[in-house]
């Protein structure tokens, strides 16, 4: 039986330590609005667009593929050969990826972003260099959780945060060289740091390739590669709806919002990687209580994210208003309504658990087309009737929609009684928090002798929130 409490001791470093390499957006936004025009903060919207849907094909599912087959084998010189072979395939993916977009690459973009100035001559050839290491920095930073070394974890984490953020500092404020300076920039900052590990890692084991691996990997995470399309298009949609219909000022204060909330997102994915491991220990082993176990980190995973969350949305006011240039400003209201879309994140991340575990991630695609549907449906009809804005809410329900299905599909296949999940008590929980954020964010809430009220509901949210996490905590240690 594993140790809750040294888990979650162990989850929270991972995810502080894993929050690091994407972290740093977050903390160059306030140097970047004042250096970038809101046209430039949209060029690098884009250009992590084009990054999201490379590195699908880049790592064609193997990424997700290595964690579940590491502790299939679990064996020291076994893993390494598996490490091994899951890095020279995704450098031998990219190899050849990168010849073909030298003759296709500036059609994709004209058809895709249809941007001037941004094509993949001027910028493309800079996003696939990080992109290919960023996908390696993936799968090693995996190896590193998934055997417990904390040292080596940490020192890439930190490593790779430092380097990234000082080259896109250096490429904006520095050498003055604006959007392109930040993409070229993290560019060498993930460059120096994988060519860095990689030379240590191949210099110890040399370059083991087994096709066996290979094959098990590429059969396991092939519907992946779907999936994943599907995924980060409803990911991206917003942005590539932003990017077509509005002026790309609008997408840079809009990704400004995107940021902001994204840091949910990034200490969400940063949660489920330091606990997933553990997660398929338990799911593994028939030890007694191990669904309680089980369940007792979902249920800690969704107050988490509801604290995150309100914390967010609190916490963004200030943040626009003193720390962030004035022509960002209107980012303001966006902020709620995509912070609020990773609690369905969250539950998404719960419920399709048992689906990576028992291989069948089949349905996956199929969850994410019908998504996508909807969430191109929600984007025609919310822009026409709430403009930008409606973009926003269409994320949210993009995100609700793949819960939603996601829970049809484990109750389908009775998964769900596998796990037996107990979320009933967090519930009313998010409830509270999504109720709080809609009225929040109405119109239905005047202001007060010019001070707005609609500003202080998220604090009351939070304290309120907080108090009833405290009593419900309290009962279940009385149980």
Aim: glycine share 4%.
């Amino acid at each position: 039986m594993i140790n809750l409490n040294s888990l979650f001791r162990s989850a929270f470093v991972y995810t502080l330590l894993g929050f690091l390499p994407m972290a740093s957006a977050f903390v160059l936004t306030p140097i970047f609005t004042k250096y970038l025009s809101p046209e430039e903060y949209g060029v690098i919207a884009l250009s992590n667009v084009f990054q999201s849907f490379l590195s699908i094909f880049i790592a064609i599912g193997i990424d997700a593929a290595f964690t579940r087959f590491y502790f299939k084998y679990n064996k020291h010189i076994i893993t390494r050969a598996l490490l091994s072979t899951a890095l020279i395939c995704i450098l031998s993916f990219s190899a050849i990826l990168y010849v073909l977009f030298i003759f296709v690459g500036e059609y994709v973009f004209k058809i895709s972003f249809n941007v001037s100035g941004f094509t993949f001559n001027e910028f493309g050839q800079y996003i696939f260099i990080t992109t290919t290491f960023a996908c390696a920095y993936s799968i090693i930073s995996q190896y590193y959780r998934d055997t417990e070394n904390l040292k080596s974890f940490s020192w890439l984490a930190v490593i790779y945060f430092v380097l990234v953020t000082s080259g896109s500092y250096t490429g904006v404020v520095i050498m003055g060289l604006g959007a392109k300076g930040s993409v070229i920039g993290k560019m060498i900052g993930t460059f120096i740091t994988m060519i860095l590990y990689l030379f240590i890692f191949f210099s110890k084991t040399g370059f083991i390739f087994k096709k066996k691996y290979a094959i098990q990997m590429y059969i396991y995470g092939y519907p992946l590669v779907i999936y994943a399309l599907l995924a980060t298009t409803f990911d991206s949609m917003d942005k590539l709806f932003l990017s077509k219909y509005f002026k790309l000022s609008e997408l840079g204060q809009y990704n400004l919002a995107f940021v902001i909330a994204s840091t949910i997102g990034i200490i969400l994915n940063s949660m489920q990687a330091a606990t997933s491991p553990n997660i398929y220990k338990l799911l593994n082993s028939n030890e007694e209580n191990n669904h309680e176990q089980i369940n007792k980190i979902y249920r800690y995973t969704i107050i988490a994210t509801l604290f995150i969350i309100v914390s967010c949305i609190a916490l963004s006011y200030p943040l626009l208003n003193y720390y962030i240039n004035e022509r960002y400003q209107s980012a303001i209201i966006y902020v709620p309504f995509l912070s609020l879309a990773f609690l369905a994140r969250a539950y998404f991340m719960i419920y399709s658990n048992p689906l990576f575990f028992h291989g069948k991630t089949l349905y996956l695609p199929l969850i994410n087309g019908i998504s996508v549907v909807i969430g191109l449906a929600a984007n025609y009809i919310l822009i026409k009737q709430f403009g930008i804005i409606g973009v926003s809410i269409s994320v949210l329900v993009i995100k609700l929609s793949q819960a939603f299905l996601t829970f049809l599909v484990i109750k389908k296949t009775l998964l769900y009684n596998k796990i037996e999940y107990q979320l009933n008590q967090v519930h009313a929980l998010s409830f509270i928090v999504i109720f709080s954020v809609v009225i929040t964010n109405s119109d239905i809430i005047p202001d007060i002798n010019n001070v707005k009220i609609k500003y202080i509901v998220p604090v009351l949210t939070f304290l309120m929130f907080f108090l009833i996490s405290i009593i419900q905590n309290s009962k279940n240690k009385t149980q």
